[in-house]
């Protein structure tokens, strides 16, 4: 089904439509939109909206049983304006980072991206996807080496994957585990949801105040 989207939608609105909002971020040329087409196209609705994204929605069975949608948005070759890419993964569930395993400048691009999200915001799941498996002739070729991977892995809590978005490789079974890992979070969120704020009272509160405010 074809949706007409109102010229104000924002990204975050999408909540109303999907389970979970993920954005691809990335360099250039990762392959992000060849991602999004192949996995959105011929699914639900998709679409380019009047801010130049592109957005959407497939639904994907997790666990054998659990149906989750996914909100996908692809920045529509407007990442090199990095500031429409900012504004499009503030408050998603998930960023997916993307680089191209037979480009080193890539992987730095995605390292920038990495730690801006987990420094922004530390509730986002990130994922970094190697893309462009089938561009090898060895996929122990591809760059950059286990360890860097793993390292940033642990650094960024991420979940790691490599795919070929052009042949296919990869690519569902990268959705179905995304979808899982962001329902568990889920539901470890609702099991033990964050302390509530301290309330500071008298003198201290007062105290603290006057100090830290330079008004
Ligand atoms: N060999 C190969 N080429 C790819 C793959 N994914 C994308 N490409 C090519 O890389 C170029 C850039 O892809 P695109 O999806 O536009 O990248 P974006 O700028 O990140 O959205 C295009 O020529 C694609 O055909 C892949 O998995 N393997
Ligand atoms: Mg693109």
Known sequence: MRVKWIA???PRSNHLMSDFKLVFLGATSVGKTTLFQRYTKGFVSSTTTSVGASFGVRKVTCDDKTVVSLGLWDTAGMERFEAISRNYYRGSDATL????????ASWTKAMQWAAE???SQKSIQIALIGNKLDALK???DAYPSHKAIEKAAS????????ISAKE????DELFKDLARVLMERRAKAVSSPAPAAVQLKGEAAGKGSSQGCPC
């Open 8 to 10: 104000s939608l924002t």
């Open 97 to 104: 980072v993307l680089y191209d395993v037979t480009d080193p």
């Open 117 to 119: 999200v987990s420094e």
């Open 138 to 140: 060895n996929p122990r």
């Open 155 to 162: 650094q960024y809590g991420a979940k790691v994957y490599q």
């Open 168 to 171: 296919g490789t990869g690519t």
